[in-house]
């Protein structure tokens, strides 16, 4: 079974084709152009190169966030109509999870942040598994990076990861903290589709119509919009 997988929560997306646990091809979207002008011509550029018809994909996965607002949603519909179309299942991936799975087994723990905004972080830590996978045993909605990292225990066994390592190096590391390479922090596709496949072969199944991006907080737009914010005005 071939599997098609979408990274786009990052400001670089990324999209990934898998037959069974083979990753047969791994492509960076272009820099400098949004998700929305180039993964639907990725996507069918790397079909064509890998002789792979849209009707034989039975898996889709999709990190569902958290991330960029609009990219999450360009990759959740984008993945949704695919599966759709060609009646493939779909599975949601969790960016900061996808993060995690990136890191060598170093340390028993990753700390995985996303951007914000407004100089604020969400984040996740995760515990690595005899298994070799990572275990989710505390998060945070958007807090400062060093207030929601200082809570964390064992940060003499942790790495920080993600985005918002990307974001905020130059803090984090003046804070003495143990930060990943650049290029393990980006949330990628092969990840993404590694995943999604573990996720399948246990028996996971997501359901087309109630999959959900993980936001973590409203858009600008929907905050402006709302009675509170209406309120303060």
Same mark, same amino acid.
């Given at each position: ?15 990934? +084709? ?17 998700? $929305?002008q ?7 550029? +790397? ?5 792979? *018809?849209? $009707?034989?994909?039975?898996?889709? %996965?999709?990190? /569902?966030g ?8 360009? %990759? ?10 060609? %009646?493939?299942?779909? #599975? ?14 170093? /340390? ?12 604020? /972080? @969400?984040?996740?830590?995760?515990q690595l ?5 990572? +275990? ?9 990076? +060093?207030?929601w #990292? ?10 920080? $990861?993600?985005?918002? @390592? @990307? *974001? ?26 590694? #995943? ?11 359901? #087309? ?7 973590? *907080?409203?858009?600008y ?9 209406? $309120?303060?005005?």
């Amino acid at each position: 079974m071939y599997t098609l997988a979408l990274e786009t929560t990052d400001t670089v997306g990324s999209i990934a +084709l898998f037959r069974a646990t083979e990753c047969l091809a791994f492509r960076w979207l272009p820099e400098g152009r949004r998700s $929305a002008q180039s993964l639907a011509p990725g996507i069918q550029e +790397l079909l064509r190169d890998c002789s792979v *018809r849209p $009707a034989e994909i039975g898996l889709v %996965g999709v990190s /569902v966030g958290p991330g960029s607002f609009t990219g999450i949603r360009i %990759g959740v519909v984008t993945a949704k109509t695919f599966a759709y179309a060609v %009646g493939a299942e779909i #599975l949601g991936v969790d960016t900061l999870e996808a993060v995690a799975a990136c890191c060598p087994p170093a /340390v028993p723990f990753v700390a995985a942040i996303a951007d914000a905004q407004r100089g604020d /972080v @969400v984040g996740k830590l995760f515990q690595l598994q005899a298994d070799g996978t990572w +275990l989710a045993v505390a998060a945070s909605g958007p807090r400062k990076p +060093l207030d929601w #990292l200082s809570t964390l225990p064992h940060t003499s066994d942790c790495i920080v $990861a993600g985005p918002g @390592v @990307v *974001r905020f190096r130059d803090l984090l590391a003046e804070a003495g903290y143990r930060l990943a390479t650049d290029d393990t922090c980006r949330p990628n596709a092969k990840t993404v589709g590694q #995943l999604a496949w573990t996720y399948y072969a246990s028996g996971r199944r997501d359901d #087309l119509w109630t999959m959900m991006p993980h936001y973590f *907080r409203p858009s600008y737009a929907e905050e402006k919009a709302s009675p509170a914010a209406n $309120a303060s005005g």
